[in-house]
């Protein structure tokens, strides 16, 4: 029996990269997976990936899943994603938030509709998605919610700054700190009625496709790389243990596999240097 065995699961961002490896990993894990994100078929998206695919590995590997092509920057749409997931798998007990949307511009030169489209998908769908998915969980007393953040949340402090600023990151690092201040205030909203709610963030880069499509490493085996099962596995041990030893959570992926032990030793950021101020609360 698996660690998700007769649960319903909901992936955002599940036709590649981290999407991917924790919808493929929660259905070996038992869970009916709801695979949702924009590029159904491969060749609709300038990156390798879609929906179609991770549904053929899944069944593949003898799991259950279904495709929903959506946009979950639109309410309506997640309306819709939703819908379609109780109507072919039944009330959802895990959510999975980790469909994201990154521009590498200056504030200088953002172009505001990009900066409403990016907040739409890193922020709002979050909540959207979360208020949902809820009426499920209140209703049964159990569930849990993991929001997928990221180092770029770090700031980087306070001047004189002598080396220069992460590309473009400033939109999206304050994105995802707005998701780890959210994470731990619907934790705490939702303790009482057994909902868990976490955070997490890899430890390492992940070599995803949109990674390496940005540059922001060289080469997949990078030594600044980490596998992108610990992300996998991260999000299961979140997903699953109880609610007292993990709600409100904002940790790192090889962080939380050390503490837990699911891995032997960590490093990155949670472990040789510190998380964001929320990791520390």
């Given amino acids: ?9 909901l992936v955002t961002g599940a036709s590649r990269g981290i ?42 590997e003898g799991g259950q899943a279904v495709p929903i092509a959506a946009d979950v920057s639109d309410f309506a749409e997640c309306e819709h994603i939703v819908r379609e997931t109780r109507a072919a798998l039944g009330p959802i007990d895990v959510l999975v938030n980790n469909a ?9 030169e953002f172009p505001p509709a990009k900066w409403l489209k990016s907040f739409a998908v890193n922020v709002h769908a979050p909540f959207f998605l979360s208020r949902l998915v809820l009426e499920d969980m209140l209703a049964k007393k159990s569930g849990a919610i993991v929001n997928i953040s990221s180092g770029a949340a770090i ?28 994470t731990q205030g619907l934790a705490s909203e939702v303790y009482a009625n057994g909902v868990s709610v976490t955070c997490l963030s890899p430890s390492q880069v992940v070599a995803s496709p949109g990674v390496m499509f940005h540059r922001l490493i060289d080469r997949p085996d990078s030594p600044r790389a980490e ?26 992926s090889q962080q939380i596999l050390a503490e837990f032990g699911w891995l032997e030793k960590g490093r990155g950021i949670g472990i040789d240097v510190p998380g964001s101020g929320y990791s520390q609360i």
Avoid: N, W
């Fill in 1 to 9: 029996m698996g660690k998700l065995t007769g649960k319903v699961a």
């Fill in 155 to 182: 700031g980087p402090g306070r001047g004189p700054y002598k080396t220069p600023p992460m590309r473009g990151g400033t939109l999206y690092g304050a994105e995802k700190a707005a998701l780890e201040r959210f």
């Fill in 19 to 60: 999407g991917k490896e924790i919808a493929r990993l929660f259905a070996q894990e038992g869970a009916r997976v709801a695979c949702t994100a924009r590029t159904l078929e491969e060749g609709a998206h300038p990156l390798e990936g879609s929906l179609a695919t991770t549904i053929a590995e899944i069944v593949k």
């Fill in 227 to 252: 596998p992108i099962e610990h992300m996998a596995r991260a999000a299961l041990l979140l997903a699953t243990e109880p609610l007292d030893k993990v709600s409100g959570r904002v940790t790192y």
């Fill in 100 to 108: 994201a949307l990154t521009y590498f511009i200056p504030i200088a």
